[in-house]
């Protein structure tokens, strides 16, 4: 078997620009194809996260999968963009394989991960 991936890795760097420029080739007329599979992947995805997080709003229990949204739990955001996800889905892909950490993330729906944000990190739900 070691024999096989030294042979294929010696014929793959042999044949580098050749082989990407069939990759880029195909890759032009299958870009259709390539699109739907990327987004099959990404609703997967996306539902691997809803259903790592309990499916549901953990302030109000929205279920529906359009509302529900990660909320960062400490509201910092902004340093996952620009270090853990900076192409649309990564978050999700992260989640999944870090195993879905509750220690800075939790699922919210809009309108609880929005109230929060505007009312001094407090969801108007709690807020009574």
């Keep these: 078997m070691r024999d096989l991936k030294v042979y294929q890795h010696i014929w793959y760097l042999k044949n580098k620009e050749k082989r990407l420029q069939q990759t880029s080739e195909w890759q032009r007329t299958h870009r259709s194809r390539l699109n739907e599979l990327q987004k099959i992947r990404a609703k997967r995805n996306r539902d691997l996260v809803l259903a790592g997080y309990g499916n549901k709003c953990q302030c109000c229990n929205e279920s529906n999968p359009r509302f529900l949204t990660i909320d960062h739990i400490f509201n910092d955001g902004y340093r996952d963009k620009l270090s853990i996800y900076k192409t ?12 879905f950490p ?6 919210l729906c809009f309108n609880c991960n929005c109230g929060r944000q505007w009312n001094g990190g407090i969801c108007p739900h709690m807020k009574s």
């Design 88 to 99: 649309p889905g990564s978050l999700h892909i992260y989640l999944i394989k870090n195993n």
């Design 102 to 107: 509750t220690d800075r993330y939790r699922l």
